[in-house]
């Protein structure tokens, strides 16, 4: 089963689970401030679960392109939406600062 590394924690979860939905019932959240209450509720469609990830996942999808296309994300940043990533093997995942998660400039590492 794959493990997912986020905020110092290791969750091991079944693959093709939703990333989203593996951190929250691990009593993790993949959003910023308030946009923990302020989201699409995982549709794809807010763009506040974007977060940075190193390891085995699906190709973006097409609703996560174009929310990923409009600002404040760009597509250039190479980040991905939590909910609409399937967990195909192990992954490190990091989040950004900003309410969307899209500050990747201003990571402090
Ligand atoms: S929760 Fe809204 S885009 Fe993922």
């Not at 493990?3 to 290791?10: D, L, N, T």
């Amino acid at each position: 089963m794959p493990i997912v590394e986020f905020c110092g924690e290791r969750i091991e979860c079944e693959r093709g689970a939703t990333l989203r939905t593996v951190l929250r019932e691990a009593g993790l959240d993949v959003h910023n401030g308030g946009s923990t209450t302020l989201n699409c509720r995982g549709h794809g469609t807010c763009g506040t679960c974007a977060v940075a990830v190193d390891g085995n996942q699906n190709e973006p999808t097409n609703r996560e392109q174009l929310r990923l296309s409009v600002p404040p994300h760009d597509p250039e940043a190479g980040l991905r939406l939590a909910c609409q990533i399937y967990v195909e093997g192990d992954m490190v995942v990091r989040k950004h600062p900003g309410f969307w998660g899209q500050r990747a400039d201003c990571d402090p590492e």
